[in-house]
């Protein structure tokens, strides 16, 4: 997604001669943002447990990857390579644990991060094993000798089952005048690049590598402009290698390795503490049950006009503006007032009782703690005498009548009794309850907080839903991607504005 820039605009300050002007386009997500994001769907689509971030810099990409999906084949094993020990100490923070995954809130699989000091123009006999490695934005700041040795190392030596490799395409660069692109005093979007390759460049070093080494290699990018024009491709090429005849060998294996077989320096690893508490099928069940209870559809309760906390100008939340208890305010088209009133029930055809996607269980931690994987879950709520399972459709069922699901609400109704200080959890607008104490935990201090400042810690990460966003921008939300919560480190290969790096 592109954006023109506006009268105002300034350019990202990365030192570099080629991105001041301020007429550069501006892409939207920022297009560090589009690249990094295109590398973990190749890597989740191909079920990649284990990856190589090469020439890692400050861990941008692990800090995504670092984020635990609910997934099948989660990551288990990430490894970044660096050559300068300064971005290793940023990496090393970035890495870290952070307080809202500690806890209650402990990771359900295993993860470990090893950052390594050394040149990726020598192999590593621990890098053996993994399933991907991954490298974004690199090749072009290698030196000739660098470069010369890298699909050796890559595909003779590490010979991962999936390689990514991504690098500007040198034929976008018509689009930013500044860059003079195919005259005599034609620069580069960096002050550091060696080179910048056309799509046909990339595609014949990336062929013969892949012949030479048995590997198929397909083609894609990311970073369009209005009016996209095929013939000059998008900003950023990506090149994915997928091996004919994957490795047999135990992953992540050493080999028995000698020290001269080891030329990196283990700079850190990092491995995050993982929920062990075990759990009977029994309980288990429990606990499936009471969330089950929680989360499944409810009818809305009538409008109560002693709630202050409700609307009072003669219409309900819900029900397209006339909600149960409430006269419209709508017109007939004659004129008259319609006849709409309190006495008139909800619309119950729009809700459908006594059914739960079984993906909006999965997607609880706690469930996922417990019982590992969906297989698990499925398998204890087979054992269920109040649910049964529509696997193929991606359903739980059970009688909304059953006496159980009417006992599992009162102790929600007794704790967040209609008043003006909480609400009912059947009487919030999400089908939840709004109390601000459950959103935070006993050792967090927000009193006196700005409200704009409560972010989460680290690298989380959400989509975009907000609808006046949607109308300021005049964007799709299915095409918008991904957006950090907390504002991500800037370097110089994440400016805000495109650089045009």
Not at 249 to 269: H, M, V
Request: charged residues 25%.
């Amino acid at each position: 997604m592109y954006f023109p820039p506006t009268a105002n605009s300034t350019a990202s300050s990365t030192g570099d001669s080629a991105c001041d002007a301020d007429d550069e386009p501006r892409f939207y997500p920022p297009l560090w943002q589009q690249r990094r994001n295109l590398a973990r769907r190749i890597l989740d689509e191909n079920h990649a447990t284990s990856v190589i971030d090469f020439g890692c810099g400050e861990a941008a990409l692990i800090s995504l990857l670092i984020w635990e999906t609910t997934g099948d084949y989660p990551i288990t094993h990430l490894a970044g390579v660096e050559l300068k020990e300064d971005r290793l100490q940023l990496a090393r923070e970035a890495c870290q644990p952070q307080d809202f995954e500690l806890g209650s809130n402990l990771r359900v699989n295993e993860l470990t991060i090893d950052l390594f000091q050394g040149s990726i123009d020598q192999p590593d006999q621990r890098l053996i094993g993994y399933d991907a490695l991954v490298c974004l934005e690199v090749v072009e700041h290698l030196d000739p000798p660098v470069l010369d040795k890298f699909w050796s190392v890559v595909l003779g030596s590490l010979k991962p089952k999936m390689v990514i490799v991504s690098t500007p395409n040198a034929e976008f660069n018509i689009y930013f005048p500044q860059l003079n692109y195919g005259k005599l005093n034609a620069i580069f979007r960096n002050d550091d690049h060696r080179f910048e390759w056309t799509r046909q460049d990339f595609q014949d070093w990336c062929n013969a590598a892949a012949g030479q080494y048995g590997y198929d290699v397909t083609y894609t990018g990311t970073g369009a402009l209005p009016g996209y024009n095929p013939e000059i491709g998008l900003c950023t090429q990506f090149a994915i290698l997928h091996a004919q005849n994957p490795t047999q060998q135990p992953a992540l294996a050493s080999l028995g390795a000698s020290t001269e077989d080891q030329p990196y320096r283990l700079f850190s690893r990092v491995e995050y503490p993982i929920y062990k508490e075990q759990h009977s099928d029994e309980e288990i069940l429990g606990y499936l049950h009471e969330y089950i209870a929680c989360i499944r559809p409810r009818l809305p309760e009538p409008y109560d006009e002693t709630d202050d906390m409700g609307h009072h100008n003669e219409t309900s939340y819900g029900d397209a503006g006339v909600g149960y208890g409430a006269k419209s305010s709508l017109d007939q088209p004659d004129g008259t007032s319609s006849n709409t009133t309190a006495d008139d029930p909800p619309n119950e055809t729009s809700v459908e009782l006594g059914v739960v996607l079984l993906e909006d269980l999965w997607i609880v931690l706690g469930v996922r703690q417990r019982c590992k994987n969906k297989t698990n879950m499925i398998r204890i709520l087979n054992l269920s005498s109040l649910v049964r399972v529509e696997q193929e459709a991606g359903l739980i069922r059970f009688d909304e009548d059953d006496p159980y699901w009417k006992e599992a609400d009162k102790p929600f109704e007794a704790a967040y009794s209609q008043n003006d200080e909480q609400l009912s959890p059947r009487g919030s607008d999400n089908g939840d309850w709004s109390d601000s104490s459950f959103y935070k935990g006993e050792n967090d201090n927000f009193e006196g907080e700005d409200e704009a400042e409560r972010k989460p810690y680290g690298w989380a990460y959400q989509d975009f839903t907000d609808q006046e966003v949607e109308q300021q921008f005049d964007v799709p939300l299915d095409d918008r991607g991904w957006s950090a919560w907390s504002d991500p480190p800037v370097t110089e290969d994440t400016p805000e504005w495109y650089s045009p790096k």
